[in-house]
């Protein structure tokens, strides 16, 4: 069975910085691209950052560019998100999503994405 499980989440102040991080079980992991997503309150869930599963290929979505960086280590399972300059507008609940497929470039379909962790919350003060 798939488990994903995040950590890292708190309350920072704007401009400060958190990492997330995503522990990931139950298959092989380096096969397999992993994304984060985030929701804030009263609005949809929107994709923030994908790795590929070789951690070759990154994408972000626009409003995060050059403030977060997602990487991920497949000797220990794990997939991070460094989160520098943090915004008020950051504030979410984020959670890290597996792949369906292995090896699969399908990134930006969120329907492509099988398993999900529980969230963490990251809440950025002005």
């Known amino acids: 069975q798939v488990q994903l499980v995040e950590s890292g989440g708190g309350l920072v102040q704007a401009g400060d910085s958190l990492r997330l991080s995503c522990a990931a079980s139950?298959?092989?992991?380096?096969?397999?691209?992993m994304a984060w997503f985030r929701q804030a309150p009263g609005k949809e869930r929107e994709f923030v950052a994908v790795v590929s599963w070789s951690g070759g290929s990154l994408y972000y979505t626009d409003s995060v560019k050059g403030r977060f960086t997602i990487s991920r280590d497949n000797a220990k399972n794990t997939v991070y998100l460094q989160m520098n300059s943090l915004k008020p507008e950051d504030t979410a609940v984020y959670y890290c999503?597996?792949?369906?497929?292995?090896?699969?470039?399908?990134?930006?379909?969120?329907?492509?994405?099988?398993?999900w962790g529980q969230g963490t919350q990251v809440t950025v003060s002005s």
């Open positions: 999503a597996s792949m369906r497929a292995p090896f699969s470039s399908r990134w930006l379909i969120s329907s492509e994405y099988g398993y």
């Open positions: 139950g298959r092989t992991f380096s096969m397999y691209a």
